[in-house]
């Protein structure tokens, strides 16, 4: 980090009078997520980090521990509960509550609200409940959107898992600026640098276009088998066993992943869920942490050492999986 570039955009005396007010916000609203989305907005929209940190995501982790992925997720679900609930009648809400919402246009965030609040079993709302009304309400996520495709990022906690398996993630090779601000990698590639032609090394995180993942599964399964630059990688797919891409993946440990992932876009294009099943896959070397980190997402099949046809089954241990 240049501290002599970060020193060198001077803030005025009302800005950092601004800024101490809003992080007095921050403070002592740690798990109050409305106000606290409102003061982290300002504090990125008007830039009022620069003085000690270079970028917004610098600046939320290391003054405050917050992840750039949850202050992200603050920063939308103020805008939901701001339109959904302008009066400030429903106080028990949660971010949890309106996270589901965020994909869905103003208009159809009231009525998706409204009906979720109305059906709540015994009258306590649950973020569980809100999903099931957006999906029933015929909004569950695709793919891709009405008019072409579109970037979707991985859920959260499937990000969470990747980390305590790989420990660090230093590439994504498939990946772009807003995808990385949840990922975190040391480095990614895009679309526009083409992550295929790329040099690839350490621990890699890969969650390939779904339109084009038999080029991505070969590369893996090289770098990892063959010129070995790859140490260790966690794939993540659709569970189509009937490719022959996948086929190739049965030499390494595959969880199937219970239920369906909702993947999501910040810019709330149509659609969060995936229509059908997902898979990870473990290049690596510690076969046991994998079956038991992933185990809490779905059942995994691992590989017997010693026994090539040989395989083991690690039930899935009941934790939610989307």
Request: aromatic share 6%.
């Given at each position: 980090m240049n501290?002599?570039?970060?020193?060198?955009?001077?803030?005025?005396?009302?800005?950092?009078?601004?800024?101490?007010?809003?992080?007095?916000?921050?403070e002592s609203n740690l798990r109050g997520f409305e106000k606290l989305g409102e003061a982290l907005t300002e504090i990125r929209d008007s830039k009022l980090y620069r003085g000690a940190h270079p970028t917004f995501e610098d600046y939320v982790r290391d003054r405050w521990g917050i992840a750039k992925s949850h202050a992200y997720r603050l920063?939308?679900?103020?805008?939901?509960?701001?339109?959904?609930?302008?009066?400030?009648?429903?106080?028990?809400?949660?971010?949890?509550?309106?996270?589901?919402?965020?994909?869905?246009?103003?208009?159809?965030?009231?009525?998706?609200?409204?009906?979720?609040?109305?059906?709540?079993?015994?009258?306590?709302?649950?973020?569980?409940h809100v999903e099931e009304v957006v999906e029933s309400s015929g909004h569950s996520v695709r793919m891709k959107a009405k008019k072409g495709p579109v970037e979707w990022y991985t859920p959260d906690h499937i990000i969470e898992l990747a980390y305590?398996?790989?420990?660090?993630?230093?590439?994504?090779?498939?990946?772009?600026?807003?995808?990385?601000k949840w990922v975190e990698a040391d480095?990614?590639?895009?679309?526009?640098?083409?992550?295929?032609?790329?040099?690839?090394?350490?621990?890699?995180?890969?969650?390939?276009?779904?339109?084009?993942?038999?080029?991505?599964?070969d590369r893996l399964i090289w770098e990892y088998t063959k010129d070995r630059n790859v140490d260790a990688a966690l794939l993540l797919v659709n569970a189509n066993t009937e490719t022959n891409w996948f086929r190739r993946l049965y030499d390494f440990d595959i969880c199937f992943i219970k239920g369906r992932l909702k993947f999501w876009n910040p810019d709330k294009v149509d659609g969060l869920g995936a229509p059908h099943g997902n898979a990870l896959i473990y290049f690596g070397f510690d076969p046991d942490l994998f079956a038991e980190q992933a185990s809490k997402i779905?059942?995994?099949?691992?590989?017997?050492?010693?026994?090539?046809?040989?395989?083991?089954?690690?039930?899935?241990?009941?934790?939610q999986s989307g």
């Open positions: 501290l002599a570039t970060i020193t060198d955009h001077k803030m005025t005396t009302p800005e950092r009078a601004r800024l101490a007010t809003l992080e007095e916000v921050v920063i939308s679900a103020k805008e939901v509960v701001r339109n959904v609930d302008p009066d400030g009648d429903h106080m028990e809400l949660l971010e949890g509550h309106v996270r589901p919402l965020a994909s869905l246009d103003p208009e159809t965030q009231k009525e998706v609200f409204e009906k979720a609040v109305e059906s709540a079993p015994g009258g306590k709302l649950t973020a569980r305590n398996i790989l420990g660090d993630i230093n590439l994504d090779p498939a990946s772009n600026e807003t995808a990385n480095k990614y590639y895009t679309l526009e640098n083409d992550g295929l032609t790329q040099p690839w090394s350490g621990s890699v995180w890969l969650n390939p276009p779904y339109d084009n993942v038999g080029p991505w599964v779905g059942t995994v099949i691992s590989r017997t050492v010693g026994d090539p046809y040989g395989r083991k089954i690690t039930e899935w241990k009941g934790a």
